[in-house]
T-cell receptor, first 111, second 114 residues
Framework: LAKTTQPISMDSYEGQEVNITCSHN???????ITWYQQFPSQGPRFIIQ???TKVTNEVASLFIPADRKSSTLSLPRVSLSDTAVYYC????????????FGSGTRLLVRP | NAGVTQTPKFQVLKTGQSMTLQCAQD?????MSWYRQDPGMGLRLIHY???????DQGEVPNGYNVSRSTTEDFPLRLLSAAPSQTSVYFC?????????????FGPGTRLTVL
């Protein structure tokens, strides 16, 4: 399983775009990149997933450069309710059931 | 669908007591797992199951037992509770075994061992 490195914490203000970068230098060919969001006292929730280039859904965008050694989760126009911990996970698309969560990035959105 | 449900929501145990944390899912998922989350930390995998009758250890299995007699249920047993097991426990399920399969998490059980 590829090890990931994320910033421990980030601060932002309402209405701003937030970009959280995850480093995964030893990502393997079959690895997918997945981001989860966790609010206090709740279980993590799937946000977005990708393999290469760019993926966008109603919540976020995920940018993956050609070498796939990093990825960036982009949250457009954050609100107070986006205050949460964000986890970047990397694992084999076929057999990596044992997903490893790191410490994540604590995002604080201020008014 | 209720998704992934966990009971109880809160539990206080004394050192040495045993108990079972319940987890159930109604999505017909083959894959289920248990994580623990200590304050300010990420999730650590305790045990997981790839189907009824099949279980395996994760990162921190000591002090915990699991069994999977049905697709729906995946209970976690604490054999002899210790203060180091004070944590929030999350159960998760997914339809496939790869990282491309979304994991669905339950609301958690907050356990305190005195």
């Amino acid at each position: 399983l590829a090890k990931t490195t994320q910033p421990i914490s980030m601060d932002s203000y309402e209405g701003q775009e937030v970009n959280i970068t995850c480093s995964h230098n030893n990502i393997a060919t079959n690895d997918y990149i997945t981001w989860y969001q966790q609010f206090p006292s709740q279980g993590p929730r799937f946000i977005i997933q990708g393999y290469k280039t760019k993926v966008t859904n109603e919540v976020a965008s995920l940018f993956i450069p050609a070498d796939r050694k990093s990825s960036t989760l982009s949250l457009p126009r954050v609100s107070l309710s986006d205050t949460a911990v964000y986890y970047c996970l990397v694992g084999d698309m076929w057999s990596s059931y044992k997903l490893i969560f790191g410490s994540g990035t604590r995002l604080l959105v201020r008014p | 669908n209720a998704g992934v449900t966990q009971t109880p929501k809160f539990q206080v145990l004394k050192t040495g007591q045993s108990m079972t944390l319940q987890c159930a899912q109604d999505m017909n998922h083959e894959y289920m797992s248990w994580y623990r989350q200590d304050p300010g930390m990420g999730l650590r995998l305790i045990h997981y199951s790839v189907g009824a009758g099949i279980t395996d250890q994760g990162e921190v299995p000591n002090g915990y037992n699991v069994s999977r007699s049905t697709t729906e249920d995946f209970p976690l047993r604490l054999l002899s509770a210790a203060p180091s097991q004070t944590s929030v426990y999350f159960c998760a399920s997914s339809g496939g075994q790869g990282s491309a399969d979304t994991q669905y998490f339950g609301p958690g059980t907050r356990l305190t061992v005195l």
